[in-house]
């Protein structure tokens, strides 16, 4: 072996044991919750204990208790958050909360938060800068379609900027007849639309290439995440600023450290790509673009530009370093296939899904997300058998275009070991591949990981005769 | 958008003459296709102040110049302390390798620098201009920044150690890739029924 394959070997072993060791330390920490609450029968349960981080817990559970002997005046101090789940406040649970008065109305200053109990949070792949990182959303912990604002996937290239709205401007110039420059209060004065899509990174699940890596399903599939968003039509500004003869892409550029940017065909501009300013009912989160982002549903996710400050039309685009070096997909051969933005249909089990454990055999409602980036999932199947069979699931309604789509599947398990898959097709006609055609399309010379972007194959769970659910490859 | 009339006691009815009566009419709105004009007529400074992204033909590049030599004292200073004075990207960082790799992106272990996968020379420019260096992006001068793209392919053999990099050279610049992209040809995978 020669020193540049062994240095090559060492530095892609040692990025995937970061992403191994981050997501053992999520689930060491997910299981020290769950064994604090008390005789849970949920989904939650489902999680495998684990006896070997004695002390650390009975450390924790004194600083709980201590926590909730200080009481009311403490709920705010930073400690006393530290004690509970992210996005929670440690208020004081009653023994009857029948016979005592619940706690005062509007005590929470008039934004609420969720309960103490619950505890899913994003989990950050370990990069080497926290500012150029990415967190995944807990699929494995979803309900419906819908993510919530505070566990939407991020993907942050130079951190997170504070911008004030007041002082933050869009520019649309270049080619078109006439610049423009807006406010925000500019832009909410426009006709605006409101739609539900999904976002997902073109990485997701890029350590899954070539063998079953990450544990979870947060691990494999947290980079895809579904909000309703609020915002004008891009082409109505395009309209605005009259665009010129012989214009084919827009650059998008935001105002953070990175100030990032991607090129965008101006087809897509056009057809459905907005400006958007609001998020599940409201303002955008500071991590979502705050106060405006780009949104071009279908589109890879990091082309959606966040803390969008300029807009230039052109010619030709821009070939900058995101659309070139980066989120090019290298083949076989060592050609890379550039500007490819769309996401292919996709799905995924997230219940019962890797590292949960199935308490026996009995009924169990198998449910999962589909989205495709060209429409609408049209029908969602699922095996339990590895892929031998497949029985079509049930659709929630309403079934939006390029949005997540929730399916649930009834199924009855007979304690025997089994594979759990599920695979989509969307309007277009098109089936969610394996991941080995998708190899065979594209090989793996890309890297020994794979071609790293737009992994969409069929993810397989097998469940063990105990009841353990693990991340496995079968085609 | 819909616009709800109610109309109540209308005296004047054409078809019932005298007879009051209350009627209820749902109006579809014209569309309004504007123009809206809201906003304003940025400045020529307050477009020049962002615009700064450098296309592959080199317009959007600015005045100034740089060569090897100064570029040199700008990479020890500003960015060797992540990209490692052997520019193989120093650990623990996230300062990516810039030079080296080349012939490696059909081996199965492609190694992606700016000398083996960067199509561009301008997108060199661009990105030391808007996100370079780290701990401080957007700082150094045009001089700086076309010193530094220079040194870097200089030592890359790309160019000429000699050559001074501007406005008008840097777009003439050949780089190892420049024909390693192709487009999206996806759907890649035929399962349809």
């Known amino acids: ?475 | 958008m819909y616009i709800n009339i109610k109309l109540k006691s209308v005296s004047t009815n054409w078809l019932c003459g005298a007879v009051a009566m209350a009627i209820s009419v749902t109006v579809v709105p014209m569309a309004i296709a504007g123009p809206y004009d809201f906003g304003s007529t940025p400045t020529a400074e307050e477009i020049a102040a962002i615009d700064i992204d450098v296309m592959p033909d080199g317009r959007g590049l600015p005045s100034g110049s740089g060569g090897h030599a100064a570029g040199k004292e700008v990479y020890a200073a500003k960015c060797m302390a992540c990209h490692g004075a052997d520019f193989a990207g120093v650990a623990g960082t996230g300062g990516a390798a810039l030079l080296g790799g080349r012939g490696s992106l059909d081996s199965g272990k492609p190694k992606k620098t700016v000398e083996s996968y960067w199509p561009y020379a301008s997108t060199v420019f661009d990105y030391v201009k808007r996100a370079m260096p780290f701990n401080a992006p957007g700082s150094l001068s045009d001089d700086e920044i076309y010193s530094v793209v220079a040194y870097l392919l200089g030592e890359a053999n790309i160019i000429d150690k000699t050559a001074t990099l501007d406005a008008k050279s840097l777009p003439e610049v050949e780089m190892p890739n420049q024909d390693g992209f192709i487009s999206d040809p996806r759907p890649d995978v035929f399962n349809y029924d």
């Open chain 1, 1 to 475: 072996m020669s020193s540049t394959d062994k240095e090559y070997e060492q530095k892609m072993q040692s990025t995937i044991q970061g992403m191994i060791d981050a997501e053992q330390k999520a689930l060491r920490k997910r299981r020290r919750q769950s064994e604090e609450a008390e005789a849970c029968e949920c989904k939650d349960g489902m999680f495998p204990s684990s006896r070997s981080d004695e002390t650390d817990l009975t450390t924790r559970r004194k600083f709980l208790a201590g926590a909730a002997a200080v009481g009311a005046s403490a709920m705010t101090s930073s400690a006393a958050r530290a004690a509970v789940p992210a996005g929670s406040i440690d208020y004081p649970v009653q023994d009857d909360p029948t016979k005592v008065q619940g706690r005062l109305t509007s005590d929470d200053d008039g934004y609420g938060s969720r309960s103490q109990f619950e505890d899913a949070i994003r989990t950050r792949f370990p990069t080497a800068t926290r500012e150029s990182s990415w967190t995944m959303t807990p699929l494995d912990d979803s309900s419906g379609i819908i993510t919530p604002s505070g566990l939407h996937f991020e993907r942050h290239h130079g951190g997170i900027p504070n911008i004030n709205p007041a002082t933050h401007s869009l520019i649309l110039h270049g080619m078109v007849n006439g610049a423009k420059k807006y406010s925000m209060e500019d832009l909410k004065r426009f006709p605006s639309v409101s739609r539900f899509h999904f976002i997902e990174c073109s990485g997701n699940g890029l350590t899954e290439w070539r063998q079953p890596t990450l544990k979870t399903v947060q691990g494999t599939h947290g980079l895809t995440s579904t909000s309703e968003w609020t915002g004008v039509p891009l082409s109505t500004l395009l309209r605005e600023v009259g665009v010129q003869d012989g214009a084919a892409w827009i650059l998008a550029e935001g105002a953070d450290a990175a100030v990032m940017t991607r090129s965008v065909p101006l087809d897509k501009a056009w057809d459905d790509a907005m400006v958007v300013y609001a998020q599940n009912g409201e303002a955008l989160r500071p991590e979502q673009g705050y106060p405006l982002r780009l949104l071009l549903p279908g589109f890879e996710g990091n082309t959606h530009i966040k803390w969008l400050r300029r807009l230039e039309i052109s010619d030709k685009p821009f070939m900058t370093r995101e659309e070139t070096s980066k989120y090019t997909d290298l083949l076989q051969g060592g050609k890379a296939r550039q500007f490819s933005f769309t996401m292919e249909a996709k799905s995924v089990i997230t219940f019962p899904s890797g590292e949960m454990k199935l308490p026996g055999s009995g009924f169990y409602e198998v449910s999962g997300l589909a989205w495709s980036g060209r429409g609408r999932v049209k029908r969602v199947e699922v095996s339990a058998d590895g892929g031998n069979t497949w029985q079509l699931a049930e659709l929630q309604n309403p079934v939006m275009p390029v949005c997540h789509t929730r399916f649930r599947f009834p199924w009855q398990w007979d304690g025997k070991p089994a594979v759990l898959q599920s695979r989509c097709q969307d309007e277009t006609g098109y089936v969610q591949p394996t991941i080995k055609e998708l190899v065979q399309a594209r090989g793996l010379d890309g890297g020994k990981y794979g071609s790293i972007y737009h992994l969409n194959g069929i993810q397989s769970w097998a469940v063990a005769a105990n009841g353990e659910v693990s991340n496995v490859h079968q085609y």
